[in-house]
């Protein structure tokens, strides 16, 4: 199946028509303008759409909306002088459309502003209120805009004439509860609603817009700087919610509504909004809300260090304590997994001296208060001045809780809670601490079973996957993982890439049905069966159809699924075989891509004398061959076809120079309900092609004569002549081998190729030649090998088929 067929486009205007039909006026005109915008994209193949139109001044035509990349990857301004030599303008003055390719873009209007690489332009009229604007779209398929691009984009065009409501301009007076965000300078002029939520007077706020960040809660800092620097803004509205620390300690939530007008001219871009409590949206923080939340936090909470972190996020700050600890109890030894502050010096001295790594452990011995609490299994409160061991007094001067964390009648660890200054603990902290202690216990014990999982899975996968692929003559390979989000049970997909004699390859991928120990242990098997049966030699077919009756007679009740393919890098092409895989997808030299669907095999397992049909693959020097598991392309909302889609068409707009990060971009929009597998191979064809020449070894008196005969015929036709003896040494030492010690025919295989000659012999027989140990002066034979790893720079024997080939090389340039 080819991404975009023949076909495809003869409907594509009319889909576009229909698509832009289905935007009712009775949407946001912004909004409406957006996703007309976004039409363009989608139908006529743009990576940037933009509508250009006059601003306060109508001598500047500015940037009011736009869909797709950033614009300065095109070298695209905010705005256009209207009497300027820009596309923009030329547009709007001729009225007619403009189509420009890389030759027209690179000797016109800010040239030097164009980055490197091609692309195409396209700028056409828009109607509209105060002399109607530009819409401005920009390709980068080699071949530009083609005719039905260039239809949809003129109904686009269309479709985006209507007035754009004006904005408000910089130096009005601000409404109480708005804000105006000067994005070069930093200043803000705010209203004095927006002031009094900050819990600022007029007179204490210096315009800056760092004195309100410095007042947001630091958790929530990276989102709101992302709609306050420009870089992370497009034009448009953002909504947040953030969270601003009050006088008394406590955080308040706060709504920012934005939108980022463009600059040009002189003037800045600026972000202008309101901000307002969103307290109505919010449960109050109260004990009950504390435990909840704590709940819900602990639910998610996977690891033992997400336990105690989640414990100390929601205990801390709300007692306003100085310190909090938590640690495992492992036999008699407290093992503290998290310290908050996690410096050594808020601790006590004992605990810095019996500080080991990165954490402290300490004998609960050493402190019996301590010890007492733990046995008696609940939560236990010393006020301040209670008299009580070094190691802990210090902990909390001011008064100190410990919890007992158990679960199922077992103390599993224990929270510890300082402070400094004298603490009350009224009865509803109290409550609050013994059930937050009984929710940590029994998320602790979880996690114990979970880390423990988790270890044995981390060891699985690492041990059951390829540490590294190996480096391919005239290809690259590259294959990413992705574990599922859903649990810690380890998945059954796997990957491998296979070196083959003749500068073949094989690339597999694989999944077997279930995501536990079983299956993990059975794509084990599969894998080292499928590498075994392809390095003997065996066509594709063959390779899956033994591993479709080794699995049968496991007698498992799983099943597994598998696509081999065979690649020839000399020749590029490939066979493939399909066990009720998804087929490869290809992306070719030009951009496009083909899913070629070919009748496959069942999955392995299930039927014992099944036919795994080879369909053949023709690859072009720059084509880049793509297999993946159903985790990448199957979700809930998309069957297997869309997926494949957009797989395909994630392909197509990425650059294969750089394989690593097109397999993390296609990774990128995984759903992780699944185990992902992805393996990618460009094939780039080889540097120098080796010469080969072959004959079949007669089993005559003469047979190692007429070998060398044929062999030195050979080197006077490639022009070799550089140790020729040593050559026909070899060859008369391993056809000799072969004829006396196997049966059946024997094939006599030359190869060619960077300067060194490569003699192949291959027999019927599996056993591979044994070098003696040591030779009498009177045997009669046992010599020959012996003298073949002498004379080579190397050799070494391959199963073929049922049978060997023993091979050795001699370099030319010695």
């Not at 006077?716 to 020729?724: Q, S």
Request: hydrophobic fraction near 45%; charge should be negative; aromatic fraction near 6%.
């Amino acid at each position: 199946m080819v991404s975009e067929g023949t076909e495809g486009r003869g409907t594509r205007t009319l889909r576009a028509e229909l698509a832009l039909k289905t935007l009712t006026v009775d949407l946001d005109p912004r909004e409406r303008l957006r996703r007309v915008l976004e039409q363009a994209l989608v139908f006529a193949g743009a990576s940037f759409a933009g509508v250009y139109t006059p601003g306060d001044d109508a001598d500047l035509l500015c940037l009011v909306e736009s869909a797709g990349v950033p614009r300065t990857l095109y070298g695209l301004r905010d705005g256009y002088p209207a009497a300027g030599g820009s596309p923009v303008a030329e547009v709007r003055r001729g009225g007619h459309a403009v189509w420009l390719g890389p030759e027209e873009l690179a000797a016109g209007f800010d040239a030097r502003r164009l980055p490197s690489g091609e692309f195409h332009l396209a700028a056409l009229p828009v109607r509209g209120d105060r002399g109607g604007g530009c819409l401005l779209a920009v390709g980068e398929r080699p071949d530009g805009f083609g005719t039905e691009d260039r239809e949809c984009l003129a109904l686009i065009a269309e479709a985006v004439a209507i007035p754009v409501p004006a904005e408000s301009v910089a130096g009005e007076d601000v409404a109480a509860g708005a804000f105006d965000l000067a994005m070069d300078t930093g200043r803000v002029e705010v209203g004095g609603d927006v002031l009094e939520l900050f819990g600022l007077g007029p007179g204490d706020f210096d315009g800056k817009v760092e004195t309100l960040l410095g007042m947001t809660v630091p958790e929530d800092l990276p989102s709101l700087m992302s709609v306050v620097e420009a870089d992370h803004m497009a034009i448009g509205d953002r909504e947040l919610e953030f969270r601003v620390l009050q006088p008394s300690g406590t955080p308040k939530w706060l709504r920012l509504r934005g939108r980022l007008l463009p600059g040009g001219d002189g003037r800045p871009a600026r972000l202008v909004g309101t901000v307002g409590a969103a307290s109505q949206l919010r449960s109050g923080v109260n004990d009950v809300a504390r435990v909840q939340r704590l709940a819900a936090a602990l639910a998610m909470a996977g690891t033992v260090r997400d336990v105690s972190q989640a414990v100390v996020a929601a205990l801390r700050k709300p007692l306003r304590a100085d310190r909090i600890a938590l640690a495992e109890l492992e036999g008699d030894r407290l093992v503290v997994t998290v310290l908050d502050p996690p410096e050594p010096e808020a601790w006590p001295e004992l605990w810095r001296l019996e500080w080991r790594s990165e954490w402290p452990d300490a004998p609960v011995r050493t402190m019996p208060t301590l010890a007492a609490a733990l046995r008696e299994g609940r939560a236990a409160i010393w006020p301040a001045g209670t008299d009580l061991e070094p190691a802990l007094a210090e902990v909390g001067p001011g008064g100190l809780a410990v919890l007992p964390l158990s679960a199922g009648g077992r103390v599993s660890g224990a929270c510890l809670i300082g402070w400094d200054d004298p603490h009350v603990f009224g009865p509803d902290e109290r409550a609050l601490l013994t059930a937050s202690a009984g929710l940590a216990g029994q998320a602790l014990m979880r996690a114990h079973a979970f880390d423990a999982e988790h270890e044995l899975v981390g060891m699985l996968q690492r041990q059951l996957l390829p540490r590294r692929l190996p480096d391919l003559p005239g290809a690259i390979a590259v294959a990413r993982y992705l574990p599922t989000t859903a649990g810690l049970e380890v998945g059954g997909d796997w990957y491998d890439v296979i070196p083959l004699p003749d500068n073949h390859v094989a690339l597999v991928i694989g999944d077997v049905q279930g995501h536990n120990a079983g299956a993990a242990t059975l794509m084990a098997q599969m894998r080292t069966a499928l590498r075994a049966y392809a390095v003997e030699g065996h066509p594709p077919d063959v390779v899956v159809s033994h591993a479709n009756r080794l699995l049968i007679d496991l007698e498992t009740d799983l099943f597994a699924t598998c696509c081999y393919v065979d690649v020839d890098l000399e020749e590029g092409s490939a066979w493939y075989v399909r066990a009720g895989h998804l087929p490869p997808v290809l992306r070719h030299p030009d951009g496009s891509t083909e899913i070629p669907y070919a009748d496959g095999g069942p999955p392995l397992g299930v039927v014992t004398q099944a036919d795994f049909p080879m369909s053949p693959l023709r690859l072009q020097p720059g084509t880049v061959v793509a297999l993946t598991t159903d985790g990448l392309v199957e979700s809930k909302e998309a069957d297997i076809d869309e997926g494949l889609d957009r797989l395909a068409h994630g392909l197509a707009v990425s650059d294969p120079a750089h394989l690593g990060l097109v397999a993390d971009a296609l990774l990128g929009n995984a759903r992780r309900e699944d185990d992902v597998a992805l393996l990618l191979m460009r094939y780039d064809g080889l540097a120098t092609r080796p010469r080969r020449e072959n004959w079949t070894v007669w089993r005559v008196p003469e047979a190692a004569r007429h070998a060398r005969r044929f062999t030195k015929r050979t080197l006077r036709t490639w022009g070799v002549t550089e140790e020729t003896d040593t050559i026909l040494l070899v060859v008369s030492e391993l056809v000799t081998n072969a004829l006396v010690h196997t049966d059946g025919p024997v094939r006599l295989d030359l190869t060619l190729v960077n300067r060194r000659f490569r003699v192949a012999v291959a027999d019927s027989s599996p056993r591979t030649p044994v070098k003696p140990t040591n030779i009498g002066w009177e045997a009669t034979g046992g010599r020959g090998i012996l003298l073949v790893e002498a004379m080579s720079a190397a050799w070494g024997t391959v199963p073929v088929s049922g049978g060997k080939q023993v091979w050795a090389e001699i370099a030319l340039d010695r």
